[in-house]
């Protein structure tokens, strides 16, 4: 069969769904759902097939927001403002990629430079985040579907409607 050329058309199968393609940083503020105090996500994307999610994290507070640990890598790029773990010596500043390797244990914190207007952080989270007190034992975790029900109950009571989270999942 050398030097013949098939040409075979590609055809779309079917039952795709389409991609996501959404603002990253909405004029509508109800999009951000509230994670605690002063501090949101705004998802952008929920992989129920392999379990992750990406969205932005903003912060407008200082201190400590979580001790927590992942078991699937976490890449992560700083938008706006800086972070960092206490665990470490480096920044996570603005135009900063970040790569979590799992199994690692770290305590993000926001300074009150950033605090004082915000911090705004793209996440890719592979798996869950498994939260921890201070001796290292598990007090909650987040997981693909966890985060879908939290923009659900937000999006109901803000009313977008609890379908408006729909169009993040695939």
């Given at each position: 069969?050398?030097?013949t050329?098939?040409?075979?058309?590609v055809?779309?199968?079917p039952?795709?769904?389409?991609?996501?393609?959404?603002?990253?940083i909405?004029?509508?503020?109800?999009?951000?759902?509230?994670?605690?105090?002063?501090v949101?996500?705004?998802?952008?994307?929920f992989?129920?097939?392999?379990?992750?999610?990406?969205?932005?994290?903003?912060?407008?507070?200082?201190?400590?927001l979580?001790?927590?640990?992942?078991?699937?890598?976490?890449?992560?790029?700083?938008?706006?403002?800086?972070?960092?773990?206490?665990?470490?010596?480096?920044v996570a500043?603005?135009?900063?990629?970040?790569f979590?390797?799992?199994?690692?244990?770290?305590?993000?914190?926001?300074?009150?430079?950033?605090?004082?207007?915000?911090?705004?952080?793209?996440?890719?989270?592979g798996?869950a985040?498994?939260?921890?007190?201070?001796?290292g034992?598990?007090?909650?975790?987040?997981?693909?579907?966890?985060?879908?029900?939290?923009?659900?109950?937000?999006?109901?009571e803000v009313?977008?409607?609890?379908d408006?989270?729909?169009?993040?999942m695939?």
């Amino acid at each position: 069969m050398s030097g013949t050329q098939f040409h075979v058309p590609v055809i779309q199968h079917p039952g795709i769904t389409p991609e996501v393609v959404v603002d990253g940083i909405p004029a509508d503020e109800r999009v951000w759902v509230p994670q605690a105090p002063n501090v949101w996500f705004r998802p952008l994307f929920f992989n129920r097939v392999a379990g992750g999610w990406c969205n932005l994290l903003r912060v407008r507070r200082s201190g400590v927001l979580s001790r927590h640990i992942h078991p699937a890598p976490v890449y992560g790029y700083v938008i706006k403002g800086s972070w960092r773990y206490l665990e470490h010596d480096w920044v996570a500043s603005a135009g900063r990629f970040v790569f979590e390797p799992p199994g690692e244990i770290h305590t993000l914190t926001v300074e009150a430079s950033s605090a004082e207007d915000e911090m705004i952080t793209f996440f890719n989270v592979g798996g869950a985040m498994i939260y921890l007190d201070e001796a290292g034992r598990q007090i909650g975790y987040e997981d693909v579907f966890s985060k879908i029900e939290m923009c659900r109950r937000h999006y109901t009571e803000v009313g977008l409607g609890g379908d408006y989270v729909d169009q993040f999942m695939r």
